[in-house]
Every structure is written in C-alpha cells, then in structure tokens.
C-alpha cells in the first residue's frame, strides 16, 4: 500500500532517488563476490577480477558476468572497499570457452584468453584494446596460467576439457605446456605425462628471485603427497619441491600469490581434500629456504577466492564460504609483517619499499568448475 501512493506521485529522478537512494547508487559499497574468477594484480595499483560464479560448481550454473578493479594505490576500508566497475567483455560460453587473465611484463595491460580468442585490456587508458584469435589447439591455458615478469612469456598449463575424452579422466593422458610470447605471438607446446597434469587447477606464480615457476596442484588422482611443483624455464622440466616446515593439507582452489618479488609465496584457503572441507589457513612459503610457515587463519573459509599481495598487506576477497555461497564481505587484509587480519588496506607510501617490493600476480581460471563438473573428482 505504502508503495502505491509513492508510485502515485510524479516520479522525478530526484524523487526516486530520496525515495530510494539504494536503486539509484551507481554500485554498490561491496562489489558482490564470485568464486572461480579470474583475476590478477600489480602491487600498490589494482587487483582485477573477471567473471565467476556465486553458486556451487555445476554443470549449468550461469556465469557472474563481472568485470572490477579494487584499488591498491589508495586507502581503504573493508566495508567500503575502493573498487570500480570496469567495461565487461562477453566470453565465450563457461563450457566451451576457457576464461583465464594474466598481466603484461610492465603491468600496464590484462590479457585475457578465452580459447582460442586473446582480448587485451589496457590498464591506463581503462578500454579493451586489441582482440585476436590464435591457430592454436583448446584449452592451452585453461588449466593455469603465468606471466614470467623477466622476460614477459606467458605460460599456460592445458585444462582438462582439452584432455578428457568423452569425459573420463585418466591421470596418465597426456597434457601440453605453452610457452606464448604476446609480443611476436609465437607460441610453442611441450606435450608431458604425469604430474603435474592440471587435473584441478595448477595455481602458479613466477618468483622472480627465483626466476622460475611455481605450481600448486594436489593431484589427487595421482595420490601425490607433494603439492608444490617448479618449473625450470631453462630445461622446461617440471619437479617436485620437497619443501619442509608447517606443509599446508592438500587442497584444490587456494590462492597461491608471490609477495615481495617472489622471496615468498602465500597459499590461503581453498578446498581441502583430506578431510575434504573449505579452508580458512594461511602458510607462507620462504623461496630461498623452501621452509612453510604457518601464518594467521583468514576470517572466513573461502574455496577459488581472489588474491592480492601489495607491500606488507596479503588482501583475499569473493570465492564460495561454503562451496554454495559467494562470499559477499568485503576484503580481508593480513598484514604480513605483524601477522594479523585487518579491515584497513593502506598503501606502501611512494618511494618507500616494503620488505622488497616488486610486481606479483595471481591468475585463476574461471573454467576451473568446468572440469570440476566434468570430472567429478570432489563431490560435495
Ligand atoms: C585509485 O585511487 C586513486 C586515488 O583516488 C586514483 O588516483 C587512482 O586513479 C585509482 N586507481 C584506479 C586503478 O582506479
Ligand atoms: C592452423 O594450424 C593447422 C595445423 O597446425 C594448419 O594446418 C593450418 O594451416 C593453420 N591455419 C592457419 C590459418 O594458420
Ligand atoms: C635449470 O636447468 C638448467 C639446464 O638444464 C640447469 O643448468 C639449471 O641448473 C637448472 N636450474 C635449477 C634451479 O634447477
Ligand atoms: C624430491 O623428492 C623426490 C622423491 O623423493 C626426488 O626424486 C627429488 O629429487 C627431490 N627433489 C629435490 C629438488 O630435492
Ligand atoms: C603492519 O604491521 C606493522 C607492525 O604492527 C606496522 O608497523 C605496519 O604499518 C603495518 N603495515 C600495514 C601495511 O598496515
């Protein structure tokens, strides 16, 4: 009744937004969370986040077609998070395309690959700029991807869809390995058998302390108990890591970010797969030692959240809480230097590096639940 006799009166733009300043708000204070997104980072400038979805894994579960950037050069509360909704681009299909976003080498554009199509974004002037389509197999990168910030190549891990045949999944098919250089578009690919094959998501980062790739894959059907893997760019062989310390339970879907110009890696959160359950635990990896340490639990348990490390602050955002709902809370920030989780994100000021700043970058395939479902390895 009450709304009758406000839709009785002469709406005026003005009107409605007294009447309901939420409809009118442009966006709203807490971009609303998504699982499985791809999404990338450059220190102390933005983490971008790119599609995902808010409800479980599934076979026919629609896709949440977002595009948004959280600020990381400016000061913000996790209520009210500084983030911006950028211009979507339409993907392929969630089934048949495969949605992965990597940074440039100078962090001034995302490229997308969405198949066989490779979209740029232009970070500065804010507007997609260049789209291309490339002579290559399905699925190259769909089960993980890398930019190498020294040299700029892009590397990719084949998804499971390119694999599975008529959807069983033999964990000794074998998988490809791309190495694509975005400035001549050349590519080639390494065919491998084994682990790790991607049979998940292989979640890398490039240390460039290191000057070499990390990847964290479970592996599940291969009954590994090593999850951490490193590729030698040079002899493009993957290995096992063997690291020691607080190791981290297996688990599918963590963030897996590089902090400090890759002296550490952070693993937070994911699916774990004995017992399986969504996790709230945080370990950091020390590259030099290949020690694990153990660091402060994140506030929520959170399954294919987004990741960023900027300075001192590791800032998680979006994923499932419990494989069915999206996180809609804003940002939580661990401070990595006192070891606490925080609302606050505060940039490192200009000029002033943290511990050693560099650029870093996270990448997850929105494809991921694609295989999920296709594969039924986790049933929940
Ligand atoms: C972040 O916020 C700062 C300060 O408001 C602004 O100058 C900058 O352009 C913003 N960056 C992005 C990527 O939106
Ligand atoms: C694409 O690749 C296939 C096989 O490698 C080749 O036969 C074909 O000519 C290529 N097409 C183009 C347009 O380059
Ligand atoms: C990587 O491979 C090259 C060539 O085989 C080798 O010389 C180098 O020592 C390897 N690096 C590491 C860190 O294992
Ligand atoms: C890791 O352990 C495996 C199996 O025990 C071994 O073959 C490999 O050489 C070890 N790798 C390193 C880098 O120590
Ligand atoms: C992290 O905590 C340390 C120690 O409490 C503090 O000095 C520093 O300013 C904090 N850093 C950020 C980015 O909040």
């Given at each position: 009744m009450r709304f009758a006799k406000l839709y009785s009166i002469p709406l005026t733009a003005a009107l409605v937004a007294q009447a309901f300043p939420q409809v009118l708000a442009a966006e709203p204070k807490i971009p609303p969370g998504a699982g499985m997104s791809a999404s990338t980072f450059v220190e102390n400038q933005g983490l971008y986040i790119s599609d995902g979805i808010r409800?479980?894994?599934?076979?026919?579960?629609?896709l949440y077609k977002q595009f948004i950037s959280l600020n990381l050069s400016t000061a913000w509360e996790s209520d009210a998070p500084a983030w911006t909704d950028l211009i979507y681009r339409e993907t392929k299909d969630e089934y048949d395309g495969q949605g992965t976003m990597t940074i440039t080498k100078d962090g001034d554009a995302l490229i997308f690959f969405d198949d066989r199509i490779i979209h740029n974004y232009d970070i500065k002037s804010k507007q997609w700029i260049q789209e291309y389509s490339m002579n290559w197999t399905s699925?190259?990168?769909?089960g993980g991807i890398v930019t190498d910030l020294d040299t700029g190549l892009i590397y990719g891990m084949e998804g499971l869809m390119g694999r599975a045949k008529n959807h069983e999944v033999n964990p000794d098919d074998p998988w490809k390995f791309t190495e694509f250089n975005p400035v001549d578009k050349s590519f080639t690919s390494v065919e491998k058998r084994g682990?790790?094959?991607?049979?998940?998501?292989i979640s890398m980062v490039y240390s460039s302390v290191a000057k070499r790739i990390f990847g964290y894959e479970p592996n599940q059907l291969h009954d590994n108990k090593e999850a951490l893997w490193s590729y030698?760019?040079?002899?493009?062989d993957w290995t096992p890591v063997n690291a020691t310390g607080d190791i981290p339970p297996l688990r599918s879907y963590p963030c897996f970010v590089s902090a400090y110009g890759g002296k550490k890696l952070i693993l937070a959160g994911g699916?774990?797969?004995?017992?399986i359950a969504i996790l709230n635990d945080v370990y950091s990896l020390d590259v030099s030692t290949l020690t694990w340490t153990k660091l402060a639990n994140m506030p929520l348990t959170v399954v294919g959240h987004s990741c960023a490390v900027s300075g001192d602050s590791f800032v998680a955002m979006g994923g499932l809480t419990d494989w069915v709902v999206a996180n809609d809370e804003g940002p939580a920030i661990l401070?990595?230097?006192?070891?606490t989780w925080g609302k606050r994100y505060t940039p490192t000021p200009p000029g002033q590096t943290p511990s050693s700043a560099d650029r870093t970058h996270l990448t997850l395939s929105k494809a991921v639940f694609v295989a999920l479902a296709v594969s039924s390895l986790i049933t929940l």
């Open positions: 409800s479980k894994p599934d076979k026919g579960v629609p699925h190259l990168f769909s682990p790790p094959a991607a049979l998940d998501l030698n760019i040079t002899s493009k699916l774990g797969i004995k017992p401070n990595l230097t006192s070891n």
